[in-house]
């Protein structure tokens, strides 16, 4: 059984930073995409960033040269760093990790709330 656990969420004043990590367990291939998506109150899920077992990442517009994506892919662990952070970026944030293997395989985290206030 596949389990993602989130940590790293808090509270933060604008301009501040904070780093997520998300451990995934169990039967998980080694190509896969690891990532983290976002939801605020009243709105959808949205992408934040996305990372292949190869390294390659991919960043919503919003957090571009803000927020910093990285995995170690030996221990399936994926982290976000985020600086700079404003008003916006408040929301919910979940950890998600999917892979093909003859079907789709898609898992999520609980979510960390993360609050950037004045």
């Known amino acids: 059984q596949v389990q993602v656990v989130e940590s790293g969420g808090g509270l933060v004043q604008p301009g501040g930073s904070l780093r997520l990590s998300c451990a995934a367990s169990?039967?998980?291939?080694?190509?896969?995409?690891m990532g983290w998506y976002r939801q605020a109150p009243g709105k959808e899920r949205v992408l934040v960033a996305t990372?292949?077992?190869?390294?390659?990442?991919n960043y919503a517009d919003n957090v571009k040269g803000r927020f910093t994506i990285s995995r170690d892919s030996g221990k399936k662990t994926v982290f976000l760093q985020m600086n700079s952070l404003k008003p916006e970026d408040t929301a919910v944030y979940y950890c998600?990790?999917?892979?093909?293997?003859?079907?789709?395989?898609?898992?999520w985290g609980q979510g960390t709330q993360v609050t950037v206030f004045s």
């Open positions: 998600n990790v999917r892979w093909t293997w003859g079907r789709a395989y898609d898992f």
């Open positions: 169990g039967s998980i291939p080694s190509i896969n995409v």
């Open positions: 990372i292949t077992g190869g390294g390659v990442a």
